[in-house]
């Protein structure tokens, strides 16, 4: 950070008030709590080269902070966009100085690091190797695409999630009442609602909600008692994002998404699109209710009309292409054809029954036969050893395990009489059968 003090108001909010001890910090239970790594990393000073993986507004670059001050490493902010090769080169020569002259380790924070280039990379592999760096690389992007291999296998990745609405108001309120790097001087005043409205714009970043907060305390007016005040209307003028607006009923925000998505699964079309329509008009933004409606087509119907998944990705696209108020039509029709599409949940029962099996087996062995065998020693161990090739045999039906032995014969998908469905499980039905008879 620059020479300005931290409690300077030419310094952006977030900025001010970002923690700097681990007390401070919020969020990121599940790396942070009670004997979770990164806490027992922090109590023992001791940590390895990291990739924090997250969303923006997660708290990537505040605890590469908290975790240098506490190493007493020096601390030495890079980013991938601003800087090259050459600046690389000028922080290894002077972390080789304060290894040598001070015993001072360098912890090297790289953000963006999904945006370096293979050779950019790989010009801190000897030095991340060596111990001389450390690096946290911080990145919104999946590590294992835009990462290079060797890199990777030397960091540990930790994957961050977006703040919860607690952890947000958390931050909110301590930021407004903060007399010494927040808005605790001014004795704001923030309304109920206006609150509820900066933290769900948000969207779990609090980057947003805090300069969302600044931008309203600038525009918030004097009550009866002279005391700035935070409207809801000054909380959406501040964000430009309407509320919801709830009926008399105070239905919240995820209270109509569940109206919509239950409306959905009982076939009720007429019911969907009200809801729809609802949120629509309430002012919530039409990507969230795409999103939603993608992961409805896979979920409640799944295979019984595999189209549905095509038609709400379609019409996610075409409302991205042309915005509101002509994207929201194919909203609409999606809605339609979701409510009137066959149901089936197999899809996402045969997902969880994996998912459930994996977490209490662990990584269990690939059968041999069906292992990759692109070497001459690994055909000779047995990889690959006795495998079936469909398309040699009748129907392109064969008999072969493909199951990890300790989870053989297991059936997780159970397709039902609805829909396209109701193909496919007269296709497995015949299918199975057609192997009885092959191989009694």
Request: charged fraction near 25%; glycine fraction near 6%.
């Amino acid at each position: 950070m620059s020479s300005i003090s931290k409690q300077s108001p030419s310094i952006p909010l977030a900025e001010r008030v970002r923690p700097t001890c681990i007390e401070d910090f919020v969020g990121q239970e599940h790396l942070l709590g009670k004997d979770k790594i990164l806490r027992k990393l922090i109590n023992s000073t001791y940590f390895p080269s990291l990739i924090l993986w997250g969303p923006p507004g997660t708290g990537k670059t505040t605890l590469a902070r908290i975790l240098a001050r506490t190493s007493g490493a020096n601390f030495v902010f890079f980013s991938a966009v601003l800087s090259g090769v050459k600046e690389i080169r000028q922080i290894v020569e002077e972390a080789k100085k304060l290894l040598e002259q001070k015993e001072i380790k360098t912890l090297l924070f790289i953000d963006e690091i999904h945006r370096f280039n293979k050779s950019q990379q790989d010009a801190f592999l000897p030095h991340v190797e060596s111990g001389l760096l450390t690096i946290i690389g911080a990145t919104t992007e999946n590590p294992s695409f835009q990462v290079i291999a060797p890199l990777l296998s030397r960091c540990r990745v930790l994957v961050l999630k977006s703040l919860s609405e607690d952890n947000i108001r958390t931050i909110v309120t301590r930021a407004a009442s903060n007399s010494q790097t927040g808005l605790g001087d001014k004795d704001l005043q923030l309304d109920e609602q206006a609150m509820e409205h900066l933290v769900s714009m948000a969207d779990g970043d609090a980057r947003i909600a805090l300069n969302s907060l600044e931008v309203a305390a600038a525009m918030a007016s004097a009550d009866k008692d002279g005391i700035p005040f935070i409207s809801l209307e000054i909380a959406e003028e501040a964000i430009q994002q309407r509320s919801l607006r709830y009926d008399k009923g105070g239905e919240e925000h995820y209270n109509l998404i569940s109206a919509l998505h239950k409306s959905l699964r009982d076939s009720d079309p007429d019911g969907s699109l009200y809801w729809l329509c609802r949120m629509l008009y309430a002012g919530e933004d039409p990507m969230y209710i795409a999103r939603r409606l993608v992961r409805f087509a896979s979920e409640d119907i799944g295979n019984a009309d595999p189209q549905a998944l095509t038609i709400s990705i379609n019409a996610r696209d075409s409302y991205h292409n042309l915005g509101s108020p002509e994207g929201e039509l194919a909203l609409a029709q999606a809605v339609i054809y979701l409510a009137t599409a066959p149901k089936s949940n197999a899809v996402y029962t045969a997902y969880k029954m994996v998912m459930q099996d994996i977490k209490k087996t662990g990584s269990l062995d690939v059968p041999m036969h069906i292992r990759n065998a692109p070497t001459k020693l690994m055909k000779d161990i047995g990889y690959g050893k006795g495998y079936k090739y469909a398309h040699d045999q009748p129907n392109a039906l064969v008999e072969q395990d493909h199951l990890p032995e300790e989870l053989k014969g297991k059936r997780y998908y159970h397709p039902t009489n609805r829909g396209h469905e109701a193909i496919i499980k007269d296709r497995l039905t015949k299918w199975r059968e057609l192997l009885k008879q092959r191989y009694p």
